[in-house]
Each structure stands twice: as structure tokens, then as C-alpha cells.
């Protein structure tokens, strides 16, 4: 049985994040999901939905075994209670794979690290990032 984690904020769902999450699952048997608590997201403007509907949205697609809000202050909290084998990071995150595989190493788990794909536009008008649909919704709709 192989265990994979993908990780992520998934605020507003789009394809790019089915498209993430269907290839994390296709690496191993069973997919676990931590969702990144709002304080936690420091790179770019916080989430607009809670965590737990954050979390109740991915867990409800057919790619994921279980979904999980992470930990508020130590990321391997979750890690080790899931003890995967591998963890997938997405096409465009900025964590470091062999930071990530060292320090895995050193907190004594045996995990690999890989890198998904990114989703290319299929379809027209095609917006796969959340950043991008919250930019429309304001040019569309707001005032
Ligand atoms: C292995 C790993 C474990 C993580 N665990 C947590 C966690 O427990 N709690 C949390 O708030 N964020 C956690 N994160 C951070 C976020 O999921 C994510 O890296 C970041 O904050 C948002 O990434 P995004 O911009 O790609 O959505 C973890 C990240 C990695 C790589
Ligand atoms: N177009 C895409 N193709 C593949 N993976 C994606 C795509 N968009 C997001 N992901 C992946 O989904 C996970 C969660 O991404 P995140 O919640 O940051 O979405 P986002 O749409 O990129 O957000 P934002 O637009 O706010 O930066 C990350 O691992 C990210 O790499």
C-alpha cells in the first residue's frame, strides 16, 4: 500500500487542482490532502473561504482518500501521522524537493519527494488559478 500526500491552500476549486490531485493519487494508492490553515498562508493573500470548507471541497473529490487542515505550527505533525511514502508537490510550489527530502531524512522518515505537473489551458477562457478567478470576479462584479 503506497501513501501519497499533496499538500496546498485550494481556495476555490478549479481544474488546475483536479488535474494536481488526479496525478498525486496516480502515484500511489491512497491520497491524503492537507490543506493549509489561513495563517499559515504568508506568500500571497490569505484564502477567502475557511479552512474547513477548504478541506470538506477537496475531500469530496474521487482523487482523495482523506483530506486534513494542517497543523497551525509543525508540518510534520500530520506528516507522521500519515506516514507516506511519497509526497507530491505541485508544478508551481515554492518548496525546495531536496530541502524537503533532507529534512524528512533528518525527522527519520523514509518518504520520497516528487513534483506534479502543471494543467495547460484545454479549453478556451480555461482559468486554472484561483488568484485569476478572484481577479475576474472583482473586475466583473465589483464596483
Ligand atoms: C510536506 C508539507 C506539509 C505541510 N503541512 C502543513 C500543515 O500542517 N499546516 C499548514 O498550514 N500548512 C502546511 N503546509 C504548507 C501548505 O500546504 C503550502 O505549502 C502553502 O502554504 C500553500 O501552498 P500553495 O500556495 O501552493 O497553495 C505543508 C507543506 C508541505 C510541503
Ligand atoms: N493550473 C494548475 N495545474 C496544476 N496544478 C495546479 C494548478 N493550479 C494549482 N495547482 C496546484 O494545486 C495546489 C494548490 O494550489 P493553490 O491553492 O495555491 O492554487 P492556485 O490556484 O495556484 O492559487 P493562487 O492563484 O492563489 O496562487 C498546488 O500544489 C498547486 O501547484
Known sequence: MTTVVAQGTFDILHPGHVHYLEEAAGMGDELHVIVARRENVTHKEQPVLSNRQRRDMVAALAAVTE???GHPEDFFVPIREIDPDVIALGYDQHHDEEKLAGALEEAGLD????????REEVHDDELLSTGKIIDRICRERCD
Not at 518518504?111 to 502543471?118: D, I, K, L, Q
Request: with cysteine; net charge positive; charged share 25%.
Open 67 to 69: 483530506a486534513h487542515v
Open 111 to 118: 518518504c520520497r519527494v516528487e513534483r506534479a505537473s502543471g
